[in-house]
């Protein structure tokens, strides 16, 4: 299951964290932060873990996500990984690589993408998950995350011009089954989706009743 978020940031929080990271002390050679196979690949600037004003960002974007009832509803977060904060010029990407399965003690069942930067200021750049059935190219609004599954592998294909800003973290569910997961997301929202009224009562007391009990049955904390 992927899905896309938009709106995850108000315009306020996408100023703040988009002129924090025109600064260019604030970078270093992304492949400090790969693993011994994605160094090949990589080669971005990411921000440096550590500075005030970086921890203020993750904070920033953690407290987001946290409060966002999509995300909560499709994740189930238990942790998050600090964001990393990375910057794309010309001639840059990062080639094909599977994320580490465990980033800051955290288990990453889930990847996002979250873009700060507006589409038409660059070219290229795009999120590339690899599946079976081709790769699918994604490049969303300033702003708007793409929530997946960490078992993909994936790239982001070469940016031809201007500048790509863009978080990227991971997310460790309270419920390790991707499948299971699904299932308590479209129960999410079928209750959403089911006006609160006198006449479905009952049945959104069963819709509760049998959510409630699956998470508690597939909860591995």
């Known amino acids: 299951m992927q899905i896309i978020i938009h709106n995850v940031l108000d315009t306020y929080q996408i100023e703040a964290l988009t002129s924090l990271l025109e600064a260019s002390h604030l970078y270093e050679d992304g492949r400090?932060?790969?693993?011994?196979?994605?160094?090949?690949?990589?080669?971005?600037w990411q921000a440096k873990q550590g500075s005030l004003e970086i921890k203020g960002a993750q904070k920033t974007i953690e407290l987001a996500l946290r409060k966002h009832p999509l995300l909560v509803a499709a994740a189930i977060p238990l942790n998050f990984t600090n964001a990393l904060m990375s910057c794309y010029t010309e001639n840059m990407q990062y080639g094909s690589h599977i994320d580490n399965p465990f980033i800051d003690n955290v288990r990453t069942d889930l990847s996002y993408t979250l873009f700060l930067s507006k589409p038409e200021n660059y070219e290229g750049g795009e999120l590339v998950?690899?599946?079976?059935?081709?790769?699918e190219y994604i490049k969303l609004p300033q702003g708007s995350l793409i929530l997946?599954?960490?078992t993909h592998l994936h790239r982001v294909a070469e940016v031809t011009s201007g500048k790509r800003l863009a978080a990227v973290g991971w997310i460790q569910s309270r419920i390790k089954s991707p499948e299971a997961?699904?299932?308590?997301?479209?129960l999410s929202k079928c209750?959403?989706?089911l006006?609160?009224?006198?006449?479905?009562?009952?049945?959104?007391l069963s819709l509760q009743k049998i959510k409630a009990n699956l998470t508690r049955m597939w909860d591995e904390t």
């Open 129 to 135: 998950l690899q599946k079976p059935s081709g790769d």
């Open 181 to 186: 997961r699904e299932i308590l997301f479209d």
């Open 191 to 193: 209750l959403a989706e």
């Open 148 to 150: 997946y599954a960490s």
């Open 32 to 44: 400090n932060t790969a693993g011994n196979t994605a160094k090949s690949v990589k080669n971005n």
């Open 195 to 204: 006006n609160n009224t006198p006449e479905h009562h009952k049945t959104r």
